[in-house]
């Protein structure tokens, strides 16, 4: 059983940064994809980035040039680089961790966009 804990929301002005961390209680080297999601209240959760076990990344194409997700296999830990953020990037961000056959999540960060 793996558990996911994720860090790193908090308020933040439009324009800014933020790093949000998922680390996990157990190794994440043969995981083979993670992914960030992002959910607001009334609409239903999309991923914004993924890497692959291989090291391919995607993103959805309103933060692509923004967001960069990486992965610590060291430090059993996924991240996500929220930089030039935006009112519409507010909501609770959340990571999913898949080994083998099964998925593992997080709880959830929130994170909120405002001036």
């Known amino acids: 059983q793996v558990q996911l804990v994720e860090s790193g929301g908090g308020l933040v002005q439009p324009g800014g940064s933020l790093r949000l961390s998922c680390a996990a209680s157990?190794?994440?080297?043969?995981?083979?994809?993670m992914r960030w999601y992002h959910q607001v209240p009334g609409k239903q959760r999309e991923v914004v980035a993924s890497?692959?076990?291989?090291?391919?990344?995607d993103y959805t194409d309103s933060v692509k040039g923004r967001f960069t997700i990486s992965r610590d296999n060291a430090q059993n830990t996924v991240y996500l680089q929220m930089n030039s953020l935006k009112p519409e990037d507010t909501g609770v961000y959340s990571c999913?961790?898949?080994?083998?056959?099964?998925?593992?999540w997080g709880q959830g960060t929130q994170v909120t966009v405002s001036s």
């Open positions: 999913y961790v898949q080994i083998l056959f099964t998925g593992y």
């Open positions: 157990g190794s994440i080297s043969g995981a083979t994809i």
């Open positions: 890497i692959t076990f291989s090291g391919t990344i």
